[in-house]
């Protein structure tokens, strides 16, 4: 983490001892991070640069060094740090503004932007993940092309900071040997993951304001080239695509050690569950949706796919099998 004030991993570390011991010798220093007391002197001399570490008078090979307050040395430039990033974010807020008076008159091209090499589609993937402030979406499919496998789990970087991420992965890539553990960590880290039998393409959406999908069918030979869609109708279509998707997937979760199970089709999920519940209680579909902020075709669609787990045709035969299954939510 110190990273941010231009300390590398090994004088993070150092310094990090410094701190919990007070004062120490070189030699203290590597016995306890188990280095040798070469490697912790060549750290010493960009801690002390930078107000970290301070020499305590005396010669000799005992020389003691003592770290600086954290508050006192770091305090200054992280100061520094917000003040340039309020500025930044200032700016941004006036570009945004200026960009949002001018959007009625933007042409097509101005919402609808072709990039086109590996690294430039790396470095878009990147922008997006990094600007999710909310939410953040993706459909999973085939090998990466110019994204790397472990940056093909989109919502990795989003899900450290918070962001609500939705995934579905097809169902052909989970037999990847390099699929399994990620997902399972990923799961851990809170990440909605699903899996579909078929993902139509690739796709990324941040905050419902920007998307990003291949321009070539997949597999298509030569460099890749990818469209990133930031307003209008197809953008709306494009989120209407992953939650279509999203809605026919199935849920993944852990079964321990890196294991990651899909979740059987024959048993209704916890939206089934409360959606016999209300149904149960005399709620009517309209009110059901209501209730659980879901659309009224949703609501249909899921009863008509609980109907078919049951085996049964009529609402009422639906309620004794759900009793006598204990499929109903009674709490």
């Not at 231009?6 to 919990?20: F, H, T």
Request: with cysteine.
């Amino acid at each position: 983490m110190l990273g941010f004030f231009g300390v590398d991993e090994a004088g993070e570390s150092v310094y990090r001892v410094l701190v919990g011991l007070g004062t120490a010798t070189v030699p203290e220093i590597a016995s306890r991070l188990g280095l040798t007391d070469d490697t912790v002197a060549a750290a010493m001399p960009a801690l002390e640069r930078l107000g970290l570490a301070a020499l305590s008078p005396g010669t000799g090979p005992g020389r003691r060094y003592t770290a600086a307050p954290p508050a006192l040395a770091l305090g200054p430039a992280l100061s520094e740090r917000r003040h340039e990033l309020k500025q930044a974010e200032l700016v941004v807020d006036r570009l945004t503004q200026e960009y949002r008076r001018n959007a009625v008159g933007l042409a097509t091209g101005d919402l609808v932007e072709v990039v086109h090499g590996r690294d430039a589609v790396r470095h878009r993937f990147e922008q997006l993940q990094l600007g999710a402030e909310q939410e953040l979406l993706g459909l999973i499919t085939g090998p990466p092309v110019a994204v790397s496998g472990d940056d093909n789990h989109v919502t990795t970087v989003a899900a450290a900071r918070g962001v609500l991420c939705r995934a579905v992965f097809e169902r052909a890539d989970l037999e990847l040997p390099s699929e399994a553990g990620g997902l399972a960590e990923a799961l851990e880290r809170g990440e909605q993951i699903r899996v579909a039998d078929r993902v139509p393409t690739k796709l990324i959406i941040a905050d419902g304001a920007a998307a990003m999908l291949p321009l070539h069918p997949l597999g298509s030979p030569g460099e890749p080239a990818v469209l990133v869609v930031r307003a209008g109708g197809l953008l709306e279509a494009l989120a209407g695509l992953f939650e279509s998707v999203w809605e026919r997937s199935l849920p993944l979760h852990t079964g321990g050690a890196d294991e990651v199970l899909v979740q059987s089709p024959e048993q209704p999920d916890h939206v089934d569950l409360q959606i016999l519940s209300m149904l149960l209680a005399g709620l009517t579909d309209v009110s059901v949706a209501k209730q659980l902020d879901l659309g009224l075709r949703t609501v249909q669609r899921r009863v008509k796919r609980l109907l078919d787990l049951a085996g049964v045709t009529t609402r009422m035969q639906l309620g004794w099998h759900a009793r006598e299954h204990g499929w109903v939510i009674r709490d």
